[in-house]
């Protein structure tokens, strides 16, 4: 460590090598040179560093960063990374328990659904006209409410177990 050169000269405005600032931080002289490059540390002279400026520097760096510089701090930018992290894991975990699915496989599913309905909707009227004619309006009433509740029916079926299968198809 180097030694004041004046009385007067204070501990925080010792200039430093490379070497010397990291063994302060804990690092490697490599390490020191890439913050340097990165911009965090500021050299005053080939190798130098101020110390007092350095340690403060390197401690902004360590934490996060300035959080008024515009740029996403690390600490915030890894949190973040982490709390999707969890996210897409609890999603998985849905998935596989069968509480989840992809919309695809949704969309697949609803579409099968709608079309079978849809086609036994629009059968109804060629199955049930021969059966109906010349019955009274109580008849042809109650015939065509149960043929609906049948066609319909099916879109009231959902399982999960539907979603299950097909997704494993």
Do not use: C
Request: no cysteine; aromatic share 4%.
């Amino acid at each position: 460590m180097k030694k004041l050169k004046t009385k007067g000269e204070a501990v925080h405005e010792i200039q430093i090598l490379t070497s010397e600032l990291g063994l302060i931080v804990g690092k490697t002289p490599q390490w020191i040179r890439q913050l340097t490059r990165d911009g965090i540390l500021k050299q005053v002279g080939r190798e130098k560093y101020i110390l007092g400026d350095a340690v403060q520097a390197y401690i902004e760096h360590a934490s996060g960063g300035k959080e008024d510089n515009g740029k996403p701090r690390y600490v915030d930018a890894r949190t973040e990374h982490e709390l999707i992290k969890k996210e897409k894991a609890e999603m998985e975990l849905r998935s596989l328990k069968g509480q989840l699915h992809e919309a695809k496989d949704v969309r697949m599913i609803m579409n099968d659904m709608i079309i079978s309905a849809k086609s036994k909707l629009q059968a109804i009227p060629s199955r049930i006209a021969m059966q109906l004619e010349n019955e009274s309006a109580t008849v042809i009433e109650e015939t065509i409410s149960k043929e609906l509740y049948e066609a319909l029916k099916i879109l009231s079926e959902y399982s999960p177990d539907k979603f299950k299968k097909k997704v494993e198809d």
